[in-house]
């Protein structure tokens, strides 16, 4: 469309004064009207005559001038800090997915586009995660990415372990999360090379990106490192006393992603009553500590449609984050039934179930319900965990069945395994279930539960119905939006075109909202915000 050319009456007023909205339809303008909409780097005047509305791009403001959007390109939606601070040119994240769901090709694929990826590190292996890193140094150059680094409870060595593996390679930016309380693992990854600027600035070259869910969590990362952890890698020789001179004037995280009812480890929150809870929060500390960049927040869990896209942004959010939808990309590192099932969820369809993380503290995550049988045995197994002290003391009508149908070997053999297992990642622990049957009979079950997740991962055919499929509501969300589009189709959907996807029609959604508040409602069929072929 030229500019400032065209005027088009987009619906003409009744005598009462409602409008008609057979007009846009029926005089071919539909076209003109939707492309005028989606000409984000343009703005779009509305004027209301004896015809009705008739629009203009790039038109002066004036006194005619009913309703005004201004330009809204995408790389405006969010604070424009944390597009500075990460490199990025959307403030779209693609959350960590454990076990490399959020793989290589997710981070790279976002990269591409602007945007930023954050690999899936928790429960690999070093060795895998290294492997990550050069993959990823190697192909992206000056591109932004991440690494998870996940608070690990019961293997702290392993969490410092990652810890230095990323300083070691220099990775500059984690997604911290799960962390209950700040570990001494975090507070040398974030101070580790901290520095004052010629000008006398403080410069935190390792960034973080707290992920967390209750206040208490949020305060934490919202407020300097705490002064026993201080000391503590003072005296370990992790940080130099100049170090943590200066680690005390900011903050543990560079941005907060305030994580409501989502896929995986959740605490079910509403996004719409947690994140407003959080900003005053930030606002509360930021008068506190008066950083000079205050921490910025931003909105992750049950985000999968530019309408829920709209809302973060509306309520403040400084950049959003999904993680249930990238799961059924062709990117990610699950298999092609496990996004076929995903691609066919309602909202209703997922339920907690045991995590095999914080199994014996009745700790849940949130997975797929449709088409798996995981989480009923999984709580199954939680029952008798928490019914008996040891293996050996379940009863045969409750032992036998699960060793039928759930490890598919006796219980003996499956502790045999697990042995094994711990003998190369952490020995300790076998040494403390020897000690503890309880213990063991958690490690045991806690088989059962890590395998479901690597069958969903490898697809493996004859434990289709155990999979133990990680997913929120936002995923049943995200298909019902692209049903009957491009996107409806498991194959089609690439971690990038999404996101584009939802951040255009984001836009749309928000002028809609502009045009509403200026008093202008026109009927749905004005705003399609329909997922779109790319080509
Ligand atoms: N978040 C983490 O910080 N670490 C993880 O290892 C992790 N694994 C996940 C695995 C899957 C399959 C899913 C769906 C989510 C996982 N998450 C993890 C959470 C996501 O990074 C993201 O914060 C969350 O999924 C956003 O909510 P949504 O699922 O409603 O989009």
Redesign the pocket.
């Known amino acids: 469309m030229q500019n400032g050319s065209s005027t088009i009456p987009v619906g003409r007023n009744r005598a009462d004064g409602s409008l008609n909205r057979t007009s846009l339809i029926s005089n071919g303008a539909t076209n003109l009207w939707t492309s005028a909409l989606h000409s984000l780097h343009r703005s779009l005047s509305l004027f209301q005559d004896s015809e009705g509305y008739r629009f203009e791009l790039d038109a002066p403001l004036d006194n005619n001038t009913k309703a005004y959007l201004p330009p809204l390109p995408l790389s405006s939606l969010g604070d424009s800090t944390f597009r500075r601070a990460h490199k990025v040119r959307f403030n779209y994240v693609?959350?960590?997915?454990?076990?490399g769901?959020?793989s290589t090709d997710i981070v790279k694929a976002m990269a591409d586009v602007g945007m930023l990826g954050?690999f899936?590190?928790?429960?690999l292996s070093l060795d895998r995660v290294e492997k990550a890193i050069q993959t990823l140094q190697g192909g992206l150059g000056e591109k932004p990415y991440g690494f998870?680094l996940?608070h690990s409870p019961n293997e702290p060595v392993h969490e410092m372990a990652t810890a230095e593996l990323f300083l070691r390679y220099r990775v500059p930016l984690v997604?911290?999360?799960?962390y209950l309380d700040i570990t001494p693992a975090i507070v040398r990854y974030r101070l580790s090379g901290i520095r004052r600027s010629s000008n006398g600035q403080i410069e935190v070259p390792n960034r973080v990106i707290g992920?967390v869910s209750r206040s208490e969590v949020a305060t934490r990362f919202l407020s300097p490192p705490p002064e026993r952890l201080l000391k503590e890698c003072l005296e370990k020789g992790y940080l130099s006393a100049f170090e943590v001179e200066l680690g005390r004037q900011v903050p543990m995280a560079d941005d907060i992603?305030v994580?409501?009812?989502?896929?995986?480890?959740?605490d079910n929150r509403p996004a719409i009553s947690l994140l407003p809870s959080m900003i005053a929060l930030r606002d509360r500390l930021q008068k506190e500590f008066h950083f000079p960049t205050p921490v910025r927040i931003g909105a992750?869990?049950?985000?999968?449609t530019p309408a829920s896209i709209a809302a973060a942004l509306a309520m403040g959010a400084a950049y959003v984050?999904?993680?249930?939808?990238?799961?059924a990309c062709v990117e990610?590192g699950?298999c092609d039934t496990v996004r076929q099932m995903l691609a066919e969820a309602d909202q209703a369809d997922v339920i907690m179930a045991p995590a095999a993380d914080m199994f014996e503290m009745g700790v849940k995550v949130?997975v797929l319900k449709r088409g798996t049988m995981f989480a009923m045995r999984a709580s199954k197994l939680y029952e008798l965990y928490r019914a008996y002290p040891s293996i050996e003391a379940i009863p045969a009508a409750d032992r036998v069945p699960i060793e039928k149908n759930l490890f598919r070997m006796d219980l003996e053999e499956v502790w045999k395994q697990t042995q094994e297992y711990f003998q190369r990642r952490d020995p300790h622990q076998n040494f403390k279930a020897e000690a503890d049957p309880k213990f063991k009979m958690a490690l045991v079950f806690r088989w059962y539960l890590g395998q479901s997740s690597r069958w969903a991962n490898a697809g493996e055919p004859s434990r289709r119905l155990d999979y133990q499929?990680?997913?929120?509501?936002?995923?049943g969300a995200f298909n019902e939006w692209t049903k009957g589009t491009y996107l409806e189709a498991a194959k089609n959907r690439s971690v990038g075109i999404v996101a584009k996807n939802l951040l255009f029609n984001t836009a749309i959604v928000l002028r809609r909202l502009q045009l509403k508040l200026q008093g202008i409602d026109l009927p749905d069929d004005y705003f399609p915000t329909q997922a779109m072929d790319p080509n």
């Open positions: 693609t959350g960590a997915m454990a076990n769901i959020a954050i899936g590190a928790a429960g998870n996940i997604e911290a999360s799960a992920k992603t994580e409501a009812d989502s896929g995986g480890h959740t992750a869990g049950g985000i999968s984050v999904t993680g249930s939808v990238n799961q990610s699950s949130q499929i990680w997913c929120g509501p936002a995923m």
